[in-house]
């Protein structure tokens, strides 16, 4: 198995490292990890199990597959620091919004083997949503290999780069737009008497229910809807009133917003 180094080690990084070691796919010893501040390295050497460091180009040095885990507005600096490092079997992958692959093999001044990813923050809980392209670089068993670790924290889908920006919306930046419903939710159910931390629990527990609905039974949420509705009931009364509110239209210029936003960055 390749050893992987993590350039930055915020709460992604630490999802991602906490969900290839929960599910066996990397052993402790084939991770690595830097990050700038030594006490912050060392407690996520001790809660993890890995090999950390604050030194970029020594986890580099000892990696094969390398995951760029800082701000977009990082890559650039990082990379420069790193470029003479790296061989031409290195795998390079990136999982910031705005960051092509052209512009991060512009910023090593070489042909670089290059994964894009953007996963999302329910890694940390082993339920991401990872979007997932390459360059021409990349050999077939080497996507296969990357795709497989960040399986073991999620679900992965390869687009086209292209459509990478579209993922930002609908998956990348998402789960805000979920935590704010169940949010909605909870503060409706209080209104109507429910303690808080039961009116929390019943509208998270919906969603979730909800979204395995629609990943397991392979049905249209459309239909799935239609099933709830009963004739002159209550739920078809709640839909009524989020159409009024333009429910749907406000969730895709959320979704394009983001996706547009994206594609700023470039």
């Not at 700038?36 to 407690?43: D, F, L, N, V």
């Not at 031409?88 to 910023?107: C, L, P, Q």
């Not at 409706?188 to 990943?215: E, N």
């Amino acid at each position: 198995m390749y050893k992987i180094g993590f350039i930055g080690c915020g709460n992604m990084a630490s999802a991602m490292i906490g969900g290839m070691l929960k599910q066996g796919v990397l052993k402790k010893e084939e991770i690595i990890a830097s990050g700038p501040t030594q006490s912050k390295m060392e407690k996520i050497g001790e809660d993890l199990g890995i090999d950390v460091t604050t030194d970029n180009k020594e986890a580099a040095k000892q990696s094969e597959i390398i995951v760029l885990s800082v701000k977009p507005q990082m890559y650039e600096k990082v990379i420069c620091e790193l470029k003479d490092d790296i061989t031409k079997e290195n795998i390079i992958v990136t999982i910031a919004a705005g960051v092509t692959m052209e512009k991060v093999d512009r910023w090593f001044g070489k042909e670089t083997k290059i994964i894009r990813t953007m996963p999302n923050t329910p890694a940390l809980v082993g339920e991401a949503m990872v979007g997932m392209c390459h360059n021409e670089a990349i050999t077939q068993d080497e996507v296969k290999i990357v795709k497989e670790l960040f399986e073991s924290f999620g679900k992965v889908e390869e687009v086209d780069e292209k459509l990478m920006n579209a993922v930002v919306g609908v998956s990348g930046s998402s789960p805000a737009y979920v935590y704010m419903f169940i949010e909605a939710m909870a503060d409706a159910a209080v209104i109507q008497g429910i303690p808080r931390k039961k009116a929390y629990t019943f509208a998270a527990q919906a969603v979730l229910g909800s979204a395995k609905m629609v990943l397991e039974t392979g049905a249209h949420p459309g239909e799935l809807k239609d099933a709830v509705c009963s004739p002159a009931g209550t739920t078809i009364e709640a839909v009524r009133e989020l159409e009024k509110s333009g429910f749907r239209s406000s969730v895709m210029e959320a979704v394009n917003a983001a996706s547009e936003k994206g594609k700023e960055l470039e």
